[in-house]
């Protein structure tokens, strides 16, 4: 019987589990795709994170972590699925079903379920209703939590041990033993709550953060119509003491700040009209700069008379990370290769060495073969090269500043 079993080994679930097993909690990781369960059954990890290679070795080694396509009884059982959107930008909870479908069999009296899966308010008391609508004995008897990650990409494993946690049960019993069982790996303060308030806080956290890159966003565009740069601009405002405009991008991409958004949305329509409009604005980003690009490479056409080399650089949702969910970046390649073609254009990602829809080339091969550079992703070595004069740059995410 394992202490902890991890359903979902992805960004969030493998490194929580590395991070358990180093604590000397026995976990056992479940996945659907048997390709990712070898993978850390030999030691090694299947996404890049900083340190967690080390770590799943560490604890596979130990005896303290190993996975399977299927759960086992365990006292603790923490669910770390995608929760993706569906038709109208509507919650899909499909994977968090599952999850709790197949823990379902194992579930005993006094046993603890969390799910930290981004969800809809009101999803934790929904699943502990299937739970008991199957299992009627377990009614009152579970314990059953919300606990939303809070993590940066790039500094995963740091962030898990080191940052606050909102912890949401569904009763106050609930609430203790699911913040019991976080203190023993968590140095950061736990901060107790019921669970409609924990899953309202991580949808609005991630909303906050989407409001505020679509200002920024949305002042890329004033700027690049004023011919002012927008980079320089920002540097200067953020001198005031009580100024802080973020960066803007590509787009809004990730399966966090890109998604949670329109789960308040959907659930309050009338409401949540300044956190619709942030979505907005931020996926029309995207279409903005996609427009941007075909344009410059018509004005090419009709100066030199044929169709230019494009360097397409990143396909990440953010910096330095191989993560492509929801990218930004991903949609800019794919809308030009739909509507121009494969033939001229080149696409870099350094932290990704296959894709199933394009081939990805050295970037220095990409740049010096290319008459136009398009800058999608600020990933450090991109700001290494320097570019020839004679090639066009079209910078949107402040890798030249």
Not at 81 to 104: C, Q, R, S, W
Not at 167 to 184: E, L, R, V
């Amino acid at each position: 019987m394992s202490d902890v079993v991890m359903v979902g080994l992805g960004y969030i679930g493998l490194p929580t589990a590395g991070v358990m097993a180093n604590h000397n909690i026995k976990v056992q990781g479940v996945d659907v795709k048997q390709e990712v369960v070898d993978i850390i059954n030999d030691g090694k990890i299947h996404i890049v994170e900083p340190g967690l290679e080390e770590l799943i070795h560490s604890g596979v080694t130990k005896g303290f972590l190993n996975a399977s396509l299927s759960p086992v009884s365990a006292n603790t059982y923490l669910i770390a699925v995608p929760t993706p959107f569906k038709g109208n930008f509507e919650p899909d909870l499909t994977y968090v079903e599952k999850a709790i479908d197949a823990i379902l069999p194992h579930l005993k009296e006094n046993q603890l379920v969390v799910i930290e899966s981004t969800s809809p308010v009101g999803t934790t008391e929904k699943m502990y209703n299937r739970i008991v609508n199957a299992r009627p004995e377990l009614k009152g008897k579970l314990n059953m939590a919300y606990c939303p990650e809070r993590v940066l990409p790039g500094n995963v494993i740091h962030e898990l041990e080191n940052n606050d946690r909102v912890i949401g049960g569904i009763d106050d019993k609930s609430t203790k033993a699911a913040s019991d069982f976080y203190a023993q790996f968590v140095k950061g303060e736990l901060h107790p709550t019921n669970a409609s308030t924990a899953e309202m806080c991580k949808l609005v956290e991630n909303a906050s953060r989407d409001s505020q890159i679509a200002f920024a966003n949305e002042l890329s565009m004033i700027c690049d119509k004023a011919d002012i740069n927008v980079y320089k601009l920002i540097e200067l405002t953020n001198k005031h003491p009580r100024v802080n405009i973020l960066q803007p991008g590509t787009g809004v991409g990730g399966h966090c700040i890109a998604v949670d958004p329109w789960f308040i949305v959907n659930d309050f329509p009338n409401e949540a009209k300044f956190v619709k409009q942030a979505r907005e604005i931020n996926n029309y980003k995207t279409d903005w700069v996609i427009e941007k690009i075909k344009n410059t490479i018509l004005e090419f056409r009709l100066i030199h008379n044929k169709a230019p080399k494009v360097a397409l650089m990143g396909l990440a949702f953010k910096p330095d990370i191989d993560d492509l969910r929801e990218s930004p970046a991903v949609k800019v390649v794919d809308e030009l290769y739909k509507d121009l073609g494969l033939a001229n254009f080149s696409v870099v990602e350094p932290n990704v060495q296959t894709h199933n829809s394009f081939e990805i080339v050295d970037a220095e091969k990409a740049i010096n073969e290319s008459d136009i550079v398009v800058y999608l992703v600020n990933h450090s070595p991109f700001r290494n090269f320097t570019i020839n004069d004679s090639k066009k740059v079209l910078d949107f995410c402040g890798v030249i500043k």
